[in-house]
């Protein structure tokens, strides 16, 4: 079992920086690939990036590529996402969820453990 939090949403302005983390409860965190989705009003969920248990390998939706960093610190049970030059269109509730398939799962039907989200709102 894996519980997730999320934390560092907010308001910030376009071209700006947000940087989100993710705590996760276990001690089998390391073993876990650990991915961010996220769902803008009357949208579907969508895959932003995701991480291998060891951090060598990530992987990107183009949207955000060049712009959003995931790196995890397994000593800390912790996975982070670095959003940078951020646009009103990453305006979301950003989620991050925990994954024991694949090697760098990019659907959410691969995650088993979801956190309860944190809004990022970017304003124009």
């Known amino acids: 079992q894996v519980q997730l939090v999320e934390s560092g949403g907010g308001l910030v302005q376009v071209g700006g920086s947000l940087r989100l983390s993710c705590a996760a409860s276990?001690?089998?965190?390391?073993?876990?690939?650990m991915g961010w989705f996220r769902q803008a009003p009357g949208k579907e969920r969508e895959f932003v990036a995701v991480?291998?248990?060891?951090?060598?390998?990530?992987y990107y939706v183009d949207s955000v590529k060049g712009r959003f960093t995931i790196s995890r610190d397994n000593a800390k049970n912790t996975v982070y996402l670095q959003m940078n030059s951020l646009k009103p269109e990453d305006t979301a509730v950003y989620y991050c969820?925990?994954?024991?398939?694949?090697?760098?799962?990019?659907?959410?039907?691969?995650?088993?453990?979801w956190g309860q989200g944190t809004q990022v709102t970017v304003s124009s």
């Open positions: 969820a925990a994954s024991l398939r694949g090697t760098l799962p990019n659907v959410d039907a691969m995650y088993d453990y």
């Open positions: 991480i291998n248990w060891s951090g060598g390998s990530t």
């Open positions: 276990g001690r089998t965190f390391s073993s876990y690939n």
